[in-house]
């Protein structure tokens, strides 16, 4: 059984930054997603998930890639803590939301929500003005 389980959530102003964790655990965890892809997802109230930030693996290394238009949130792997990680900068209230942690079985961008398999349970993120 594969687990998905983020941390670092919290209460914290505008303008400052925040790390996000994911930690992969089970019994085959990483062989299931240390060459695929996988992804930060958030959801504010009343709206849909979205992706903010996704990677895949390719040629030894991983990929990053995100939504974001304006650079602010970017994710990272530690393949020896077997550790996904969102970086989010310079925040703000509109970042306030639930952040999860998610993977699929194929190692291809997507950012659908609908494409991956397994999710964490989240971390709230509230940004204050």
């Known amino acids: 059984q594969v687990r998905l389980s983020e941390s670092g959530g919290g209460l914290v102003q505008a303008g400052t930054s925040l790390r996000l964790s994911c930690e992969i655990s089970g019994s085959t965890s990483w062989r299931t997603f240390d060459q695929n892809a996988m992804a930060w997802f958030r959801q504010a109230p009343g709206k849909a998930r979205e992706c903010v930030a996704l990677?895949?693996?390719?040629?030894?290394?991983?990929?990053y890639y995100s939504d974001s238009k304006d650079g602010r949130f970017t994710t990272s792997r530690d393949h020896t803590k077997k550790t996904l990680y969102l970086e989010m900068n310079n925040l703000t209230p509109d970042d306030t939301a639930i952040y999860y942690c998610?993977?699929?079985?194929?190692?291809?961008?997507?950012?659908?929500?609908?494409?991956?398999?397994?999710w964490g349970r989240g971390t709230q993120v509230t940004v204050s003005e």
């Open positions: 990677s895949l693996y390719g040629g030894g290394s991983f990929t």
């Open positions: 998610a993977g699929r079985t194929l190692n291809s961008k997507t950012y659908n929500a609908g494409d991956y398999q397994y």
